[in-house]
């Protein structure tokens, strides 16, 4: 896929489809607060803020993981699913300086990141942004997901759930944004 | 590390510390021709073209081959190393779709990628950059090689070998550019 498609910018403002439910800040600095923000696939300008992000191939999912996933996951833009966050996070230098086997290790085989979000699939739908490598950028991703009201309490489960991994202590940057649908 | 300080970029053009000694066009479309490259960290404008890629974490190294890399292996930029490669390279879509356990199976176990680079450490010193998620880039990698004029024909078995490989018959454009350092 072109990369034009796969780039998407989150944009932050008094504006937008989305309106600001809740803005935490769970480690290291805040964003500015703002009370909209759009999904805007390509650049965009942002009146607060803009966040870019790509997707991109797998990097940790197994062929195995990766037909199990596919099998019963949801794309995110249902009609249905008018709630939805944006979770931008950073890791630590000490994660991105382990080899590839010993953060595999960490992501599924400690800390069961995949079988984690499988619990709550169809119905929290999930695209993860890739920003490491973008110039420019503050995070490492942008995880966007989207749910109906009546998931939300399923949602927070599964925050809880990967927020208690061995993962989530190589992050030193995250920053929450509870969303709902206006348009 | 700080991204603006992984970013390079390579400038072609009628002038540059290194000259061009050959340029060919292995698979896909050609770049323009030069006689010139600058390799530059950070941003740079180009007077023909301009190449641009990050250096980023392991994709595929485990540990062992990661400790065993680091102990010989050598960074580009030796005084004796006037002899430099730039080898940019693009995936297919069908290496892309791949899972991460598919892509390093190919990779290492099939086509010991990681064992024959050993073979030439350290006189043929690497660095590569990942350029596949980078907005107006071309390629997915820009791999930057150099050693000295002795080191020569290692760096063509080098090249030969990794070129039978079955990873190789994902790579659908590839150029190389042969340059000698002149400043």
Chains 1, 2 share one sequence.
Request: with cysteine; net charge positive; glycine share 6%.
């Amino acid at each position: 896929m072109k990369l034009d498609t796969r780039l998407f910018s989150f944009t932050g403002g008094s504006r937008g489809q989305y309106r600001v439910t809740s803005q935490a800040t769970l480690k290291g600095e805040p964003l500015p607060t703002v009370t909209h923000l759009d999904v805007v696939q390509g650049e965009a300008t942002g009146e607060t803020f803009v966040l870019r992000g790509v997707t991109s191939n797998l990097r940790y999912t197994t062929a195995f993981e990766s037909a199990a996933l596919r099998a019963i996951q949801a794309a995110p833009g249902r009609t249905a699913a008018t709630c939805a966050a944006l979770i931008p996070i950073r890791k630590s230098a000490r994660w991105w300086d382990m080899p590839q086997d010993e953060r595999r290790a960490i992501f599924e085989e400690q800390s069961r990141h995949t079988t984690i979000g499988m619990r709550y699939l169809p119905a929290i739908a999930r695209r993860l942004h890739h920003c490491r490598d973008l110039p420019g950028e503050a995070f490492d991703f942008l995880t966007w997901f989207d749910f109906a009201p009546a998931d939300a309490p399923a949602f927070d489960a599964l925050l809880a759930a990967l927020r208690q991994t061995k993962e989530w202590s190589y992050i030193d940057r995250e920053i929450e944004y509870r969303l709902v649908r206006e348009a």
